[in-house]
């Protein structure tokens, strides 16, 4: 091990001052998924729970959770009823990646609800704008010879 640590070109302040971070994560706040937010609220001198207070405040609604709760009612088509047919599969898989790989599509249209049943597909979520909702409607169609149910809803406005 004689020479080993100097042949390396770093700076062992910057390390010293990591591994120093490091030591002030406590456990509580490494379980909690928080290890980062405690070592920057450290760092810049503030309490890690107003830190975490914080963030938690600034965070927006998730902007499925009524229409989550919706869906748990039964009455409504979801994922899980998606067909395991192979077919059924292809359609969806398809779907899913011509809408991840368009660059002009929002995230919230990428992430949609795609199920394909017997070869019926039927659409579902929030997409940005009627232009987009048009698009995911015409995208789909190509991948069934099946009427496409959309049931997609233009966002409004927050």
Do not use: W
Request: overall charge positive; charged content about 25%; glycine content about 6%.
């Amino acid at each position: 091990m004689k020479g080993f640590l100097p042949t390396l070109n770093v700076d062992y302040s910057l390390v010293l001052f990591a591994v120093a971070l490091c030591l002030l994560i406590t456990p509580a706040a490494v379980s909690a998924g928080m290890a980062g937010v405690y070592v920057v609220a450290s760092a810049a001198g503030t309490e890690p729970s107003t830190a975490i207070k914080r963030i938690k405040d600034a965070a927006p609604a998730a902007d499925d959770t009524g229409r989550n709760a919706r869906d748990r009612d039964g009455q409504t088509m979801t994922p899980l009823d998606q067909s395991n047919d192979p077919d059924d599969v292809k359609v969806t898989r398809e779907i899913r990646r011509a809408l991840v790989t368009d660059d002009a599509l929002s995230t919230t249209a990428k992430n949609i609800k795609i199920i394909t049943v017997h070869g019926k597909v039927i659409l579902r979520g929030p997409v940005a704008n009627a232009q987009e909702k048009k698009k995911i409607e015409k995208t789909a169609q190509q991948f069934t010879k099946q009427h496409v149910d959309s049931q997609l809803e233009v966002a409004t406005g927050h």
